[in-house]
């Protein structure tokens, strides 16, 4: 196991109720907050008036960035910084999913910087500072409640880059999962996709000694595979909603990684299909994971493959190595149909002759070098795997 240094700063407040907090914790930071949210599910549940009514109770003055795009644009971006300015805004609280807490990150880091928030974005300016910022979430999906990422889209250039810092966690993040109930089948498949493929991003790793972290991310397969489902069948069903957001919230968040030498591989391909079709980020991780795995399979790599279908599937172990491997790459690929994902880059829309320039993107945005590192992937690898997934 590598060296770590666990730092999770983001305080959690789990369950039914705990909205009733929202005021106390603003308070701590500020008292001009800048509300942010997406194109309006969060008036269809009523949580936009129990939000707006708490800040009102409380003597908190806000403004409001609203219609933040699911795959956030570098707009949204620049809008929310202006308001801030103008009005000298102290809190960010974010009241949605991924796309509306990842814009208000780059928004409370693009307040520490004179340029344009798209430099943080490409690395061309560093982060040095955020806003404090809170956040109740409403789907479950990315983990950025808990983590230090933001990922920013650029329509003008066909780039989705995602970039971190520290001071950009949410100070707290208020988890009901009752604010989850509405949501629709397919977003709640493609959280649950992205869950799983944050753990595996994290669990496909060359033999590291963190056995540990290892056990905890089959824990959290384990959870995504008995509730999945589930949460489609039963939108309110508690526990089901309840044990999907507080995966989405470990899987990514450090815990997974800790010690471990983890260099990102299907979510960095996944990133061009989104830049370039604006498709369901979970979706087009569902579509490429199966593939990715029987194309990264060799000697190497294949006992972690045996881990994962003995620990996760319970595959008989006295099987052949290679033969469980592959069974438990046609479960994983079985389970996302299960969840009524469609399977091929073509059902989604992709051209077929757009996935050379997508290959081409993928290598570019990661500075003309092979991505990841399970089976580090060069242009013609990520061709084969978006052909092999067409
Ligand atoms: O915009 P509204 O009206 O709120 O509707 C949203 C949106 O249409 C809807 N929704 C959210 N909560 C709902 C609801 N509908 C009904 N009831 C509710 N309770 O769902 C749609 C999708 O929302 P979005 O926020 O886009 O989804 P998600 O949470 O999956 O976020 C995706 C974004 O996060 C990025 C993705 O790339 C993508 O841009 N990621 C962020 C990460 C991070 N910060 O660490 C890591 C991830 O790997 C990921 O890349
Ligand atoms: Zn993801």
Redesign the pocket.
């Given at each position: 196991m590598k060296n770590f240094h666990y730092s999770i700063p983001t305080e959690i407040f789990f369950g039914k109720g705990q909205i009733q907090v929202l005021g106390k914790e603003i308070k701590k930071y500020g008292t001009r907050v800048l509300l942010t949210?997406?194109?309006?599910?969060?008036k269809?549940?009523g949580l936009y008036d129990e939000v707006a009514n708490i800040l009102k109770e409380h003597n908190i003055d806000f403004w409001e960035l609203s219609g933040?795009e699911?795959?956030?644009r570098i707009d949204s971006v620049r809008e929310g910084v202006k308001i801030i300015r103008e009005n000298e805004i102290d809190f960010i609280l974010a009241v949605?999913?991924?796309?509306?807490?990842?814009c208000s990150?780059a928004i409370a880091a693009s307040y520490y910087y004179d340029g344009d928030p798209w430099d943080l974005v490409i690395r061309k300016a560093k982060v040095v500072d955020a806003l404090p910022l809170g956040t109740v979430l409403?789907?479950a999906?990315?983990?950025?409640e808990m983590?230090k990422?933001?990922?920013i889209?650029n329509p003008e250039t066909n780039q989705?880059l995602?970039f971190g810092h520290i001071s950009m966690a949410p100070k707290f993040s208020i988890l009901d999962p009752t604010?989850?109930f509405?949501?629709?089948k397919i977003?709640t498949a493609?959280?649950v996709a992205?869950i799983m493929?944050?753990t595996f991003e994290n669990y496909f790793t060359l033999e590291d000694g963190a056995y540990l972290q290892n056990r905890f991310a089959e824990a959290i397969l384990k959870t995504c595979i008995k509730y999945g489902r589930l949460a489609l069948d039963e939108p309110d069903n508690y526990e089901a909603r309840a044990n999907i957001m507080w995966a989405s919230s470990w899987a990514?968040n450090g815990l997974l990684s800790y010690g471990k030498d983890t260099n990102w591989s299907v979510?960095d391909i996944e990133?061009e299909l989104?830049a370039f079709y604006d498709i369901?980020?979970?979706i087009g991780l569902a579509i490429l994971t199966p593939v990715w795995m029987e194309y990264v399979l060799d000697d190497e790599r294949v006992d972690r493959f045996v881990e994962y279908g003995v620990n996760v599937w319970d595959i008989d172990r006295s099987k052949d190595k290679y033969e469980i491997a592959r069974l438990a790459i046609e479960k994983t690929r079985d389970f996302f149909k299960s969840l009524e994902i469609p399977m091929s880059l073509r059902e989604v829309g992709i051209k077929e002759e757009d996935l050379e320039k997508m290959a081409k993107a993928a290598i570019d945005n990661n500075n003309g070098k092979k991505i990841g590192n399970f089976k580090p992937l060069g242009y013609e690898d990520i061709l084969n795997i978006y052909r092999k997934a067409y």
């Amino acid at each position: 196991m590598k060296n770590f240094h666990y730092s999770i700063p983001t305080e959690i407040f789990f369950g039914k109720g705990q909205i009733q907090v929202l005021g106390k914790e603003i308070k701590k930071y500020g008292t001009r907050v800048l509300l942010t949210y997406g194109g309006g599910s969060i008036k269809r549940i009523g949580l936009y008036d129990e939000v707006a009514n708490i800040l009102k109770e409380h003597n908190i003055d806000f403004w409001e960035l609203s219609g933040i795009e699911p795959n956030p644009r570098i707009d949204s971006v620049r809008e929310g910084v202006k308001i801030i300015r103008e009005n000298e805004i102290d809190f960010i609280l974010a009241v949605g999913g991924g796309s509306t807490i990842d814009c208000s990150k780059a928004i409370a880091a693009s307040y520490y910087y004179d340029g344009d928030p798209w430099d943080l974005v490409i690395r061309k300016a560093k982060v040095v500072d955020a806003l404090p910022l809170g956040t109740v979430l409403t789907l479950a999906a990315t983990g950025s409640e808990m983590d230090k990422g933001a990922v920013i889209t650029n329509p003008e250039t066909n780039q989705k880059l995602s970039f971190g810092h520290i001071s950009m966690a949410p100070k707290f993040s208020i988890l009901d999962p009752t604010y989850t109930f509405s949501v629709p089948k397919i977003q709640t498949a493609a959280g649950v996709a992205d869950i799983m493929s944050h753990t595996f991003e994290n669990y496909f790793t060359l033999e590291d000694g963190a056995y540990l972290q290892n056990r905890f991310a089959e824990a959290i397969l384990k959870t995504c595979i008995k509730y999945g489902r589930l949460a489609l069948d039963e939108p309110d069903n508690y526990e089901a909603r309840a044990n999907i957001m507080w995966a989405s919230s470990w899987a990514i968040n450090g815990l997974l990684s800790y010690g471990k030498d983890t260099n990102w591989s299907v979510h960095d391909i996944e990133h061009e299909l989104s830049a370039f079709y604006d498709i369901t980020h979970g979706i087009g991780l569902a579509i490429l994971t199966p593939v990715w795995m029987e194309y990264v399979l060799d000697d190497e790599r294949v006992d972690r493959f045996v881990e994962y279908g003995v620990n996760v599937w319970d595959i008989d172990r006295s099987k052949d190595k290679y033969e469980i491997a592959r069974l438990a790459i046609e479960k994983t690929r079985d389970f996302f149909k299960s969840l009524e994902i469609p399977m091929s880059l073509r059902e989604v829309g992709i051209k077929e002759e757009d996935l050379e320039k997508m290959a081409k993107a993928a290598i570019d945005n990661n500075n003309g070098k092979k991505i990841g590192n399970f089976k580090p992937l060069g242009y013609e690898d990520i061709l084969n795997i978006y052909r092999k997934a067409y």
